[in-house]
């Protein structure tokens, strides 16, 4: 007994440390995949992370996830069909019978006590008993098991795609918003260059102006630029604040906000790649075999197929094996082995007539197989109107941004020798003024031009599924 004891103590113990062990790995797993815990070490956001991070935080995904494990258990619900079918009964019943009944009983059972002194009299009220096992197995249903199996695999497969539509759409709102969000924290940059200018040309304004080279109209002048300055960059940081707001929304934060020294990256330059041309008819037939949410269409199609044949499996009949081992007793539920009996037998069913019901239900499902068909050409030729949209928007992005480049430059060095003209006192100060209005707006408008194009592109990329693969 005492080693008994041991073995039990053992297993006991191994059992709470496998238990220690799995609670340990799964909070380990629900830490890593809070998107706070993934943030505590990020200083600098970048497009990537912050893409992984919604991924594994945004509750969307996990409810899609949810969606797919639901399908699977449909398919096993529907593979069930295919074995057999145990049943065990048990029950116990009181038997009163009236007098008129019990008198032919009591008749019969006292001839057989004379011809047999073995034989017991029967009890009025009496108790019986009963226990059996019984087994069913379908062997034909007219193929309607497998293509209900084979609707709920094409279920399964289309939530599954259902699953990476969500993270497509997921990852380009949060393309999205990281990139309006750093557009955001360029003006910010433009707005806090514009003040240290008007500040540094304030400076030099009163060194001027107290040694009485200057004029007081041109410190008032600089100290309003400075204070447009400001007033400018506290609107830009709002809009950076709320940027940060919904990208974190995205991301499943909770509470809603980045923690404080989390930062984004600089709006980086344009590359060579997102001056490329696109090529819509090689993009489309991309979009046609890889987009999720096509193939989850393809998916409903083939339900809709395999529903068709499914209906038609009612004109055929059903074939069915079941066999049964049971056993009565009175009185007593102490079952001995000459209370049981058993039998097997094999049954056919066919519906002959059933007012046209197989028929209805056959004209259903291939109504609902054309309407499916119809609208996956219907999803085919959007896809193939949103790829050319955007390309003809890429087109239009880069020309507009390589113009604002050339003009920025331009302009820059137009405010550069301006702003020389002006301290060597050959120039006006309204044409200063203009000139570092002109270079804010041109900076402007070039952010706004390089994030357009990025944002189109990455809209390229979610049409045709292929952002899926940029971020995982």
Known sequence: MRVGGKRVYGYMLGVVIAMMMSAGAHAEQQQSADPLHALERVKVLDLKTAARIALGGNPSVAAAEARVRQASQVVKQAQALYWPQLDATLGGSRVDMSE?????????????????????????????????????????????????????????????????????????????????????????????????FNRRQLVETRLRYDVGTGSLSDVLNFEVRVNAAVSARIQEERGYRAGLVSLAALMGVRGGRLPAHVNLAELSATTDQELSTPQPTLLIETALTRRPDLQRVDRVVQQAEAGVKAAQADYYPTIALSADYTGNRPEDPGFQGDDFGNSIGIGLSWNI???????????????????????????HINVAAEIQRIANEIDTAQRVLTLQETNTKLVKQQRDLVEKEYKAGVGSLARLNQAQRDLNVARSQLAQARVALRVSWYNLLTATGEILNTFK
């Open 353 to 379: 007539f059933a007012g046209g019901l197989t028929r209805a239900r056959t004209a259903e499902a291939r109504a609902r197989l054309y309407e499916t068909q119809r609208t996956r050409q219907d999803a």
């Open 100 to 196: 008129r009944e019990f008198a032919p009983q009591a008749a019969l059972n006292s001839m057989l006590s004379g011809l047999d002194s073995s034989a017991q009299g029967i009890a009025n009220p009496e108790t019986y008993y009963q226990l059996g096992l019984k087994a069913t197995w379908l062997i034909f249903d007219g193929l309607a098991r497998e293509f209900r199996l084979a609707t709920a695999r094409y279920g399964e497969q289309a939530g599954v795609a259902g699953l990476d539509d969500v993270q497509r759409l997921l990852l380009s709102a949060v393309t999205s918003a990281y990139l309006q969000a750093q557009l955001a924290q360029e003006n910010v940059a433009i707005a806090k260059a514009d003040e240290a």
